[in-house]
């Protein structure tokens, strides 16, 4: 799925056109994570947006006593981290 549709996809960036999109599709930086590895833990500074490009990622919150407890599953076209771009 390139880049333009993914972000077509996230709702904050519905209003834009595909000139706009096409433009901040170009910013974008590819990154891949190995299964199982901790992309950020709860409490880091939120600076990046993520978008799934390809497989899944996991989002967990952990007790006090080491439980984890899974919040959601995300899967391709899906993004987490807006709040760093407010």
């Known amino acids: 799925m390139p880049y333009l549709d ?3 996809q996230i ?3 519905e209003p834009l056109s ?3 999109l096409l433009h901040l599709s170009g910013l974008l930086q590819q990154r ?3 299964r ?3 992309i950020f833990h709860q409490g880091d500074v939120g600076t990046v947006l993520f978008l799934v490009r390809k497989g899944e990622v996991v989002i967990r919150l952990s007790s006090a006593e080491g439980r984890e407890k899974i ?3 995300l899967s391709r076209g899906q993004s987490f ?3 760093a771009l407010l």
């Open 18 to 20: 595909e000139e706009e």
């Open 11 to 13: 709702p904050m960036f």
């Open 6 to 8: 993914l972000l077509a």
């Open 32 to 34: 891949r994570y190995a």
């Open 81 to 83: 981290g807006e709040l």
């Open 36 to 38: 199982g590895e901790v």
């Open 71 to 73: 919040l959601s599953i």
